[in-house]
């Protein structure tokens, strides 16, 4: 494919971020892509970045966790000037580069500091042309600011300059709503990829002996290695490696050394810091991003000391939840001292090893998997949707006081598949009510089974067996004009009975004929055989074609059926949504009917799927949530009774 691709971080406390983004360029590298680094934080020792081009920009950095206050190399607060330089290059940077796919890390979820800088990268790329596709990548667990404005500001960039968020990390160990209050707008574009390994190398499998200690890149981890060092001489009998990060100064490492027992080695960080871990019995370290994925990666019995100086709270989390999944033991960091972490440690060496959990560490190949495949449907799947009509007409419909419901229909459901999983998991992201036509027929018990907990999920008939009985070259219709009435009668009869014998109570006698089509004679029967709804496409005629018998139509279809049989043009679909409100708001249909949104889940394509979560999430932040189809067609039924005076 040899796409261009550019991707900018800056770290400013350990080098984890810069890691991690290399370890993505990497993987893009390796995929035959053309990839830049653009680093803006301190110089920092990196692995080999094989075909990737670097860029330092003037470095930055903190002291501790004041990550309001940017310094230069020589520890002295920049200026205006310094900062204006590292924007020059980093856009001329781009330019030169003229990407495909613009990934900046953590921003706008984090770096806040280097918001214009940020800010600058993102405008020029939106000027583009062609525009990038734009990616934020960020770790599993992030520290939200406790100023609810902020994160409404962060969540406001999102929608204005991304196509999507790739969150490195697996929702079975973290999810990111355990560390951030994710905005039901950018749900539809959050990505989980799964951990990024910068140590893709297979793990060695050796006799594991003795207590490996690691402490990250930065000074912040002097307390635990004095610590492990005063531990040390109370567990003499195994031998004891201590790893002191490169971040720590000279003067405190040989102090460090000095003040070792003879059985506990301290050295520098090494390159084979894997293999090391590999053949421990046990680690002990803080409970950083990349740490993580080392013990996931060996399977090592660890005692972890989270970061939380500042009222960080990333470590602890991801602390928890490892020692939740039975693969760690915690020492608070308030708590840190020679008796507590050699209690820790002993009642590690005691643990029975855990297996592995099944957490994904594949996070750099699925993330550029991800942003392939992003790129090449961008044009469909992540191009700009303009709401902008429909919020018009809703807007306009709370001017003239005119009532505007949805609810939402999806048909030809027979058994518990994994499409209709994605579609039972999108309704309840959105607290969504769904209706959903059944082929009673084909239905299978798996189905039944899958809504028994679904509060909001009930079955309608959709049909008998969504067969076509209308002659060669005509429309297609199971119970159209081409069959006789007593036939399509009997037929349905059974239809509503097998139906109920298989969903019980989870089924509304609501009668969906396939393909919308169905005999104007046939349908006042369907009361007698026991209907009391009836929903096809388009505006309805009258609420009650029949007494008895409630009709709630859809009309809006994102599927181009005549076409790709893919995802129909997005502005078509929001003007058809548009429209609907329209008509109501002028008297042209029937403001008490909700407006439906149909879908078919089992022949979606991610195209379609992106496209209906959008919608759903746009009309979620106006306050707009689908109704539930019992409530609908009852509420239905009793502005019937009203408006006739009963």
């Known amino acids: 494919m040899g796409l261009r691709v550019l991707i900018a971080v800056t770290h400013l406390l350990g080098a984890g971020h810069l890691t991690r983004a290399a370890a993505l360029a990497r993987a893009f590298a390796r995929q035959g892509h053309g990839t830049t680094l653009v680093s803006g934080g301190s110089p920092a020792r990196l692995t080999d ?4 081009s670097f860029i330092q920009l003037p470095p930055v950095r903190t002291l501790g966790t004041d990550f309001k206050t940017l310094l230069g190399d020589d520890f002295e607060p920049i200026d205006a000037e310094y900062l204006e330089r590292r924007r020059t290059l980093l856009l001329d940077t781009l330019e030169s580069v003229r990407p495909d796919i613009l990934i900046t890390e953590l921003f706008p979820f984090g770096r806040r500091v280097l918001a214009d800088e940020f800010s600058a990268l993102l405008e020029a790329a939106h000027r583009a042309s ?18 609810a404005s902020r994160i409404a500001e962060a969540h406001e960039r999102v929608l204005r300059h991304y196509d999507a968020v790739l969150v490195h990390g697996d929702p079975e160990l973290a999810s990111l709503e355990a560390s951030w209050p994710v905005d039901e707008r950018i749900r539809p574009l959050i990505r989980y990829t799964g951990y990024v390994d910068e140590n893709e190398g297979a793990v060695p499998e050796i006799r594991r002996h003795g207590i490996v200690v690691s402490g990250g890149s930065s000074a912040a981890s002097l307390p635990l290695y004095r610590t492990a060092i005063a531990a040390a001489r109370d567990i003499t009998d195994r031998p004891w490696r201590i790893l002191v990060g490169r ?5 405190d490492f040989h102090a460090l050394q000095q003040s070792a027992p003879a059985h506990a080695v301290v050295e520098r960080a090494r390159a084979d810091f894997r293999a090391l871990l590999a053949g421990a019995e046990l680690s002990v370290s803080q409970a950083g991003y990349n740490t993580t994925v080392d013990l996931l990666r ?34 608070p960091e ?27 560490v594949d996070g750099a190949r699925r993330s550029v998997a991800l942003a392939e495949g992003l790129a090449l449907s961008r044009p469909a799947l992540h191009r700009a949707v303009d709401w902008s009509p429909l919020d018009r007409a809703l807007d306009r419909a709370v001017d003239q006081g005119c009532p505007v419901r949805f609810w939402w229909r999806d048909d030809d459901a027979v058994a518990d598949t994994p499409q209709l999983d994605r579609l039972l998991g999108l309704a309840r992201r959105y607290d ?30 959709h049909g008998w067996s969504h067969a076509n009985h209308a002659p060669a070259g005509e429309k297609k219709a199971e119970f159209g004009t081409h069959r006789a009435l007593d036939v399509m009668g009997s037929e349905a009869e059974q239809t509503l009975q097998v139906a109920r014998e298989r969903l019980g109570s989870k089924l509304l006698p609501v009668f969906v004929p396939p393909w919308n089509r169905i005999s104007c004679d046939f349908v006042p029967s369907l009361p007698s055989l026991g209907f009391r709804g009836l929903s096809t496409f388009t505006d309805r005629q009258a609420a009650h074609p029949v007494p008895g018998l409630v009709q709630i139509n859809t009309h809006v279809d994102p599927i181009d059926w005549h076409g790709t049989r893919s995802l129909a043009e997005p502005a078509l679909i929001a003007a058809g949504l548009a429209s609907a409100i329209e008509r109501r708001v002028a008297g042209l249909a029937d403001r008490d009917e909700p407006i ?26 106006r306050g707009i949530r689908f109704l539930c189809p019992d409530a609908c067609f009852a509420l239905e039924t009793r502005s019937h009774l009203r408006s006739n005076g009963i």
């Open 49 to 52: 970045l094989e075909a990737v």
């Open 130 to 147: 062609p525009r990038p596709l734009v990616l934020c990548s960020i770790r599993d667990i992030l520290v939200p600011s406790s100023k």
């Open 247 to 251: 971040g720590v100064a000279e003067n």
């Open 298 to 331: 060996c399977g090592v019995t660890s005692v972890l000391v989270p970061f939380e100086e500042g009222g960080e709270t990333e470590q602890r989390l991801r602390a928890e939840r490892l020692a939740a999944l039975g693969l760690a033991e915690i020492v």
């Open 334 to 360: 308030a708590d840190l001292s020679r008796q507590n972490l050699v209690r820790a440690i002993r009642r590690g060496l005691a643990r029975t090893p855990s297996p592995p959990p099944a957490i994904s």
């Open 432 to 461: 969504a009510g769904l209706g959903l036509a059944v082929v009673p027929k084909t239905i299978e018990l798996s189905l039944a089974v899958r809504l028994a907990d679904e509060d909001k999920v009930f079955a309608l008939v």
């Open 596 to 621: 439906g949104f149909l879908t078919h889940h089992l022949v979606h394509d991610d195209v379609i799927w992106s496209l209906c979560e959008r919608l759903i999430a746009h009309l979620a932040a």
